[in-house]
């Protein structure tokens, strides 16, 4: 018997991975071109060619160029959904949804901030003249905002009214969409840094507050 014969779920799991580092290292590409010439400006050739795989496992992916970095704009909200569903049970869940985003939001350090908001933010600038690129971020919005559904059921007790959910996971994405957006566009305030962070919570308030589900009682 051979003890050391990897099981199928295991490879699965493996050529999963290597599938997300490989559309991650495409993103990536993408994302920097477009910074230095503009989506306009660059072919899915460069694009492969600047991540190191054929054209052909370029398309084996992603359908367009602008579709290229789709994983890097999801990064974010993968990172606050998954914050947000380590929520303990006694936390109300206004407090939870607010304390995920603004830790997501909230890198320990300025690599990690490089690596995430940076390319969001010159992403969601691109994205002004460019319909293709725009598409891709509602897309990426809409799934996260789905994905957030089962998270928000959970968080919210027993029986929740299911259009109460749909509610608060459509506020809560929305608010932190026009948070990076409103951030992405703005370089200083007063000669103060906006913070993405500070822009989420009070995007947060503002559509959230009216939402009997979110309401904290004491």
């Known amino acids: 018997m ?23 290292d495409i993103a990536r590409a993408a994302a920097e071109l477009f910074t230095e010439k503009g989506p306009d400006g660059t072919t899915a050739e460069e694009i492969a060619d600047r991540a190191g795989v054929a054209l052909r496992t370029f398309y084996r992916y992603f359908r367009s160029k602008q579709d290229a970095v789709g994983p ?60 293709a690129l725009r598409a891709v971020w509602y897309r990426v919005n809409q799934e996260s905002e789905e994905q957030l559904l089962p998270v928000v059921t959970r968080l919210a007790g027993p029986d929740p009214d299911p259009l109460e959910v749909r509610l608060v996971a459509a506020a809560a994405t929305d608010a932190i969409r026009v948070a990076l957006e409103t951030w992405a566009l703005t370089d200083t305030e007063d000669g103060v840094a906006v913070s993405p962070a500070e822009l989420v919570v009070r995007c947060l308030r503002e559509l959230t507050g009216g939402l009997r589900l979110l309401t904290v009682t004491s």
């Open 2 to 24: 051979n003890q050391f014969r990897p099981s199928r779920s295991a490879s699965t799991s493996l050529t999963e991975r290597r599938k997300a580092a490989t559309q991650l």
């Open 72 to 131: 890097l704009l999801s990064s974010g909200g993968d990172h606050w959904r998954a914050l947000l569903a380590e929520s303990g049970s006694q936390v109300a869940l206004a407090q939870a949804l607010e304390a995920a985003a603004v830790a997501s939001l909230s890198p320990p350090g300025p690599a990690a901030q490089d690596e995430g908001l940076r390319w969001t933010r010159g992403l969601l600038r691109a994205a002004r003249n460019d319909p």
